[in-house]
């Protein structure tokens, strides 16, 4: 099966996208020619180059973040940051993203104050609601705010969000993993999570185990990346155990990860442990714009680097779905995706190859009555699992 026109055909959800970090180049440049038009002047020229990280770059974790401020120059203005707002949407619709949440932290500019910012994304995202792609906003903490700065995003998210609750569905807290101490915003996030709103939190992003099974004790709703919580990533017996236990769903970014040096390598990365230890993980993007990357290119490395196949890729979408903060939509969510794997007989071509599998019948498929064209899926699918191992893994069962 073609991965390169099933992972975009394939209905999506995307539950950890910074906003900023997610403008493409082309993004980029048309919010330059709005802010030309409009009459704001900005110093991006030279640094628009700079914008994207791939494979290969020099740049670690923390000089990603310097990165962000690029974008922020583009989007100083309630025009401009609904404009890409609009447009990021957009491009996740045209990715095959059926549903997403958008993170973004308020920032007070010379043209808005941080409430105009909530409301500017809120509004923006609340008026595109005819586009096929759902879309809701998580408000993010960043961790190089003081204690103050932390209690009021708090407060003003939990303000906006009694006048955007169709809209603002959690806040989180991110940014740089070696600035600040995740205690001391645990009483802004508390005020949050008892007004309704659910919390994910960047979590394992650095090797820091204390903090990491503070985090997991919390119990936040849903953590982002979770590379340093494994024993062999970082972590300790104690945070995988914690984490194994309360099963809380890990938000996976591969080629953030990889690009960013908190991963060696796709074949190195920790998404393995977590799938075969049935740890409840999303795969996302963080920011598509930066590391030049698209959902549907991050479905495409899980089929490519694990090996796995298209009805597991389609089971990946289905359970995030059980994940997203804005349950009224799981229905019509869960519908998308289950109509999509019974148009391409995904289920029946994963109960056909896992009983091919379980009677150790892949060299004698071809004497099974099956339809043609399915007969050919299961063959194919059986190289590429045994090309990656010694023996095919049938789902949530680990590699040999």
Sequence with gaps: MDFN??????????????LNGSLSRSTLLELKRYNADTGVTDT???????FQIGAGDTRNLSDCFQVFNIAHRLTRTPGSLALATTLTLKEFQDDGCCYIELRSTPKETPFMTSRQYIETVSETLRSNAHLAIKSRLIVSINRNSSIKEAEAISELTISCYKQYPDVIVGIELSGDPTIGQFDDFVPSLIKARCA???ITLHCGEVCNPKEVLQM??????????????????????????????????VEICLTS?????????????HF???YYASVPVIICTDDKGVFSTSLSQEYKICADVFGLRPPQLAKLALNAVDYVFASEEQKSIKEK??????????????????????AGLLEKVKTLELPRRLRALICSEADRSSSRSKTPAPLNAPSQ
Excluded at 219 to 241: A, K, L, M, S, Y
Excluded at 257 to 269: E, F
Excluded at 349 to 355: N, T, V
């Design 272 to 274: 393995k442990e977590l």
């Design 5 to 18: 026109k099933l992972c975009p055909a394939l209905p999506k959800v995307e539950l950890h996208a910074h």
């Design 196 to 198: 309704g709103l659910k």
């Design 216 to 249: 997991l004790r919390f119990r936040p709703d849903r953590i982002g990346h979770g590379v340093c919580i494994h024993p062999n990533f970082g972590g300790t017996q104690e945070t995988w155990d914690a984490l194994c236990k309360f099963q809380i769903p």
């Design 257 to 269: 990860n990889v690009n960013t040096k908190s991963i060696l390598d796709y074949n190195s990365h």
């Design 337 to 358: 995706i289950l109509n999509f794997i019974n148009k391409n007989g995904l289920e029946y071509m994963e109960k056909a190859f896992d009983r091919v599998w379980h």
């Design 44 to 50: 991006s020229d030279a640094f628009l180059d700079e």
